[in-house]
């Protein structure tokens, strides 16, 4: 994801009670005092937003402003996988489950959404049954049923069509792969999925082949919102999809921007979640970060979309002059390579391993922002919030501190046949903070023994059609992938399983990138989800993080930490565990 998500459990009544809870909690934002309205239009203090509520409100109106340097990866529920995209999408879109709307830890709690409670279990944990709430509708008034959630969810099977987005439900739904999507489907009502039932329009059942007890989480993903049918345009749904949710597309303009307004047939009673305070969004896509701060700091506009991070020239200004409108977020997000085992020489683990062996940990921290801006280096691939995580370390990066170990780099390269290195390329997105430069300095280091890396600049909307193509990778020869990685939810599955199970691996939407598909790591996922206690399957994927580190499939150079501003405008500002540290857009509004 480069996407991002979580776990959670308590109900919260309303709406109303939402924005009560962000205002009673205004202390520690530095806000207003307890009972006031808020939203004066001042800066709410550094890390205002990290520590509690910036600037809490319950003031309705004006314009919410988001900028980014990358577009949406999709506005189509089922084919997103971008973090950010996840967090703005619940302005438009709903599904069975979602997060608390809460600063901190407490975000990342699952609470009702469409439904009027959390599943009820049964079969062995392998049935979850569903009721809908009253009053859910469509932005065209007519009831979102039972139905159109299973169409909805039916439509990621559809991959040749729906490109992009996460497998889990299709992993725990059909594991042997049998449906082929409501596109391909020759029942009359275009509702074959079999595993989940639908007896009337306000019961929804999903039967899974297996326990899964991180089903609900899957449900809690835009790929869990309902589509209905009638509006459904495959392909092209995402330039206008229909909503569900308190926000409505009057335009959408791929790379370039979108305008929400209001829905008016959104019923706050029916919505547990979304405080809906502005009457408008607006999202400006500008493919200058630099130009971006700017704009931000001049107050044209009230946060960044995509949330990572400010440029180096952006932050120093902003720090010197504008603290108070900053924030340091640390993320649950790892910046790393992913290494094409399938891409010659990589599929020589040896030659992976010179890579590593070869490449400038601090150079690349470096170029990220250093510790406070960019992260600390990372030894592996799962981070400090999912458990199972520990400091291993096989290839003695941080012993090294950092730096390259030229002699080990050309041990490996001679272990793998390849004494005098040998020639690949790097990709990496133009429009990701910092990534094609972090690509040019890995470059650099791995010139010093002989491997000679191209970079190939890539736009990041286009990633699960390039790097999301294993034909693409190999075309190419895009031997080395720059990108990040955030929890999808808080386990080793919704961490690590798109990226390093075999059975993953897609023909398009492709998130493994290095293709890594070992028995032995697929069994130990299949262990994990068998495993009732949380403490028990951590240990599991602990053995599995070890497993995919000593394959060195994997590059991790960064736990991401970065510098984000919001403007004085911004009302409701608070870092939320749900997205992996990034502010939860659905309960921001604007001073007018």
């Known amino acids: 994801m480069t996407p991002q998500r979580s776990s959670r459990t ?52 004006g314009t919410l402003k988001f900028i980014g340097k990358q577009d949406f990866d999709s506005t189509d529920p089922q084919r997103q996988y971008y973090g950010f995209a996840w967090d703005f999408s619940r302005f438009y879109s709903r599904q069975l489950v979602s997060y608390a709307p809460k600063p901190g830890p407490a975000g990342a709690e699952l609470v009702p959404d469409l439904a009027k409670a959390k599943g009820v279990v049964s079969n062995g944990g392998k049935t979850y049954t569903y009721e809908l709430r009253d009053g859910i509708t469509w932005e065209d008034g007519t009831p979102v049923t039972s139905q159109d959630i299973k ?22 739904l059909d594991p042997k792969n049998e449906y082929k999507g409501p596109y391909k489907d020759t029942s009359a009502d275009k509702l074959g999925l079999k595993a989940v039932q639908t007896p009337d329009a306000k019961t929804i059942v999903f039967n899974l082949a297996k326990p899964n007890g991180d089903f609900e989480q899957m449900l809690a993903m835009p790929a869990g919102s309902p589509v209905k049918k009638e509006k459904d345009t495959g392909a092209k749904y995402q330039l206008k999809p229909f909503s569900s949710g308190p926000y409505k597309f009057e335009s959408y303009s791929p790379k370039k921007g979108a305008v929400l307004v209001r829905n008016d047939k959104w019923q706050k009673a029916s919505d547990p979640i979304r405080a809906a305070l502005p009457d408008k969004i607006t999202v400006t896509v500008n493919s200058n970060i630099e130009a971006i701060d700017e704009l931000l700091i001049k107050g044209d506009y ?7 991070g400010m440029s180096q020239a952006g932050r120093t200004k902003a720090l010197q002059k504008h603290k108070a409108n900053v924030d340091n977020i640390e993320t649950s997000f790892i910046r790393y390579v992913d290494i094409a085992s399938k891409v010659k020489p990589f599929d020589n683990v040896e030659c ?42 096989p290839y003695g990066i941080l012993a090294r501190d950092g730096k390259p170990d030229v002699a080990k780099a050309k041990a490996a390269l001679k272990a793998c046949g390849k004494p005098d290195g040998f020639s690949t390329n790097i990709s990496a997105r133009s429009n990701n903070p910092g990534e094609v430069q972090t690509a040019e300095a890995l470059q650099q280091s791995l010139q010093a023994v002989g491997i000679k890396a191209e970079v190939e600049a890539i736009d990041g909307a286009e990633s699960s059609t390039i790097t ?25 599955q919704g961490f690590s399983q798109p990226l390093v199970d075999g059975r993953f691996i897609a023909p398009n939407g492709n998130y493994n990138v290095s293709e890594t598909n070992d028995p032995k790591i697929n069994k130990l996922f299949d262990d994990a989800l068998q495993e009732t206690d949380a403490d028990k399957a951590g240990e599991i994927y602990k053995e599995m993080n070890h497993a995919v580190s000593d394959r060195a499939a994997q590059m991790p150079f960064i736990y991401e930490k970065n510098f984000t501003w919001r403007s004085s405008r911004l009302t409701n500002a608070y870092s939320t565990a749900a997205y992996n540290g990034r502010y939860d857009y659905v309960s921001l509004g604007v001073v007018k």
Do not use: H
């Open 10 to 61: 308590r109900r919260i009544a309303g709406a109303a009670l939402v924005v009560a809870a962000l205002t009673a909690t205004a202390a520690c934002g530095g806000g207003s005092k307890d009972g006031e309205e808020g939203g004066d239009g001042k800066a709410a203090g550094f890390n205002a937003a990290v520590k509690g509520i910036a600037n809490p409100s319950v003031k309705k109106g």
């Open 151 to 172: 169409y909805g969810i039916e439509r990621t099977w559809a991959s040749d069509v729906i490109t992009g987005g996460p497998a889990y439900l299709r992993q725990v």
């Open 302 to 308: 009230d946060l960044d979309m995509n949330a990572t």
């Open 352 to 393: 992976r391993k010179a890579v590593i062996y070869a490449a400038d940990y601090k150079s690349m921290q470096t170029v990220r922002g250093g510790p406070e801006a960019g992260g600390d280096i990372a030894t592996n691939m799962l981070p400090k919030s999912i458990k199972g995580s520990d400091d291993y370390d």
């Open 468 to 492: 999301g193509s294993p034909a693409v990778v190999k075309q190419r020869g895009l031997g080395l992938v720059m990108t990040g990685w955030g929890p999808d939810f808080p386990t080793g």
